[in-house]
């Protein structure tokens, strides 16, 4: 009771900084969802107006949604800010256009994206923080926290985007051996690599929704009279999985040479599951060793202070009064 006592006279000390506080945070959610609705609104009128004006069979008016998105706001909003720390080296932004795809971000404008949001957080950590603190006096702790939440916010989408790439690798990783022995299945029951690589697709999303996504663009890329060759390689740098990059460049081998499709499938498969069965072991023989520093500094403590601890309060108990007798 004392304890919710004194939190409640350090709120009311406090009133006008927690206060200013709390209207900056709804001041900053509600401009967001202002303009969520704002911009969801239109589609939602579209839909609506679309339910009563009557459909075309042939003839498409609408505007394309390339050059849509190109005019909308919110590119003409998020493009300046690109241009301040895009990249100026083409290698640099293919790197950074490989790796958030990587992380499972495809759209046209993820790299715009990206890079206006590490300036608008590496803008609005420190603004919000010193819009609270106007009220009261700077020092340079008040500085520095500014500086290290600027440094925050510019860096923060690099950590979540390795991430996310990092999981998501994980994730394909993991499932790759059992859409290799679908692909086995597949390709034994008769049929060809696009109807495999679409059947794989389906039948894997259950497991990992991001490999069976790939497998179906793979598949889609075939389709739209991509060479194969070049699909299989698009796959392998889409995912960065060495093991897909493996299993791609075994495809590619196997098309031009020509060598029987199920049997390297199964070779492969086979090896995919000895590689898993020999990293199951390697993890367990390392956890021996990542268990012995909780063993030393925190069980085996525990452990002595149970043990030996009544034996020594007993020891105590008798020998002190015989020691201070003589």
Not at 15 to 25: A, C, D, E, I, K
Not at 195 to 200: A, L, N, Q, S
Not at 223 to 247: F, H, I, Q, W
């Amino acid at each position: 009771m004392s304890y919710l006592l004194n939190v409640y006279y350090l709120l009311i000390e406090n009133l006008n900084y927690y206060g200013m506080l709390l209207l900056v945070f709804l001041a900053v959610i509600s401009m967001l969802l202002a303009l969520y609705f704002v911009f969801n609104r239109q589609s939602e009128v579209k839909q609506r107006l679309g339910r009563f004006i009557p459909q075309q069979d042939d003839v498409d008016h609408s505007k394309p949604r390339l050059v849509e998105e190109q005019n909308g706001f919110v590119t003409k909003v998020v493009k300046p800010l690109h241009d301040m720390v895009a990249p100026t080296e083409n290698e640099t932004k293919k790197r950074l256009r490989l790796k958030l795809i990587q992380g499972g971000f495809r759209s046209e404008r993820a790299v715009q994206n990206y890079l206006a949001l590490k300036i608008v957080l590496a803008a609005m950590l420190p603004g919000v923080f010193l819009f609270a603190r106007y009220f009261y006096s700077f020092s340079a702790q008040v500085v520095a926290v500014a500086a290290c939440l600027t440094i925050t916010g510019f860096f923060l989408p690099n950590i979540i985007l390795n991430y996310r790439t990092k999981a998501r690798k994980q994730n394909i990783s993991k499932a790759l051996p059992d859409a290799l022995d679908l692909m086995v299945v597949c390709v034994e029951a008769g049929l060809g690599l696009d109807m495999t690589f679409k059947r794989v697709g389906i039948e894997i999303r259950p497991i990992s929704s991001d490999l069976s996504d790939e497998f179906k663009l793979t598949n889609l890329e075939a389709s739209a009279g991509r060479p194969r060759d070049e699909t299989y390689k698009n796959m392998a740098d889409r995912t960065g999985v060495a093991e897909v990059s493996n299993l791609m460049t075994l495809l590619i081998q196997t098309n031009r040479f020509g060598t029987s499709l199920a049997k390297t499938l199964r070779v492969h498969a086979e090896a995919m599951r000895i590689k898993r069965r020999q990293l199951a072991e390697e993890r367990a023989a390392k956890a021996a060793v990542k268990l012995v520093i909780p063993l030393v500094f925190f069980i085996f403590p525990a452990l002595f202070v149970v043990l030996l601890g009544p034996a020594a309060i007993r020891i105590i108990t008798i020998l002190l009064p015989v020691l201070g007798g003589e």
